[in-house]
């Protein structure tokens, strides 16, 4: 069955590490997104990708980094610039389409511990 | 840019009854598209329901039904028949219509569901 991967469910990080978090699809989708989830504060987007070798900046993207370098994978690196890495995240992936889109397939999530 | 608002951050309801979960949103745009997600205590995101702006008619999907209010910018979600399973997060989310390139969604706060038995 086609999906999302993320790994590892759990990842724990010491102060001044940078830390990569894997997404993968196999679901043929163009466009892949990175989510940070915080209590109260739902979903924020970090970066997206419409297409391989591309990606822009979402509304978080400070002390983060991303490559996409096939269409299957969309990796996440936590720098160690980024200050409040404790968090959930959530990578998803779409296809294009208006009329009938059926939003995001969305990965299992990631929790970033910082100890 | 759009916003989405959830002003409920936590909503209860007795098993069987109906709940109203409630989402405003801010856009300048009249293309869009609305979304609730479900996210369970596993934290998958599940697509709930999807109303297009375009259309009048209120989406439905079994128990889980939209009121859309586009002049008010309201999309409210009617759960009926509440269930144990579905004690979750809540997310309403927006997206621009037109098709320039990735269709980023923007989440509100969330609304997290208890169901008492």
């Known amino acids: 069955d086609g999906g999302i991967t993320q790994s590892p469910k759990y990842l724990f990080r010491k102060e001044g590490q940078n830390v990569t978090l894997s997404c993968e699809q196999n679901l043929n989708h163009d466009a892949m997104y990175w989510y940070r989830q915080d209590p109260g504060q739902g979903l924020r987007l970090i970066y997206y990708s419409q297409i391989v070798n591309d990606f822009q900046k979402g509304d978080i993207a400070e002390g983060y980094s991303v490559s996409r370098e096939k269409k299957e994978s969309f990796p996440l690196t936590v720098t160690s610039a980024q200050k409040n890495p404790t968090a959930f995240y959530l990578c998803?992936?779409?296809?294009?389409?208006?009329?009938?889109?059926?939003?995001?397939?969305f990965g299992s999530g990631t929790r970033l511990t910082v100890v | 840019a759009q916003t989405v608002t959830q002003s409920q951050p936590e909503m209860s309801v007795q098993e069987a009854e109906t709940v109203t979960l409630s989402c405003t949103y801010d856009t300048s745009e009249s293309d869009y598209y609305l979304f609730w997600y479900k996210q369970p205590p596993s934290r998958q995101m599940i697509l709930v329901i999807r109303?297009?702006?375009?259309?009048?008619q209120n989406a439905t999907e079994n128990r889980f039904s939209v009121n859309f209010q586009k002049a008010a910018k309201s999309f409210s979600l009617k759960i009926s028949d509440s269930q144990l399973g579905d004690a979750a997060m809540y997310f309403c989310?927006?997206?621009?219509?037109?098709?320039?390139?990735?269709?980023?969604?923007?989440f509100g706060q969330g609304t997290r569901l208890t169901i008492n038995p």
């Open positions: 989310a927006y997206r621009s219509g037109g098709f320039q390139g990735a269709q980023k969604l923007v």
């Open positions: 998803a992936s779409s296809a294009p389409g208006q009329g009938k889109w059926r939003g995001y397939t």
């Open positions: 109303q297009e702006a375009y259309k009048q």
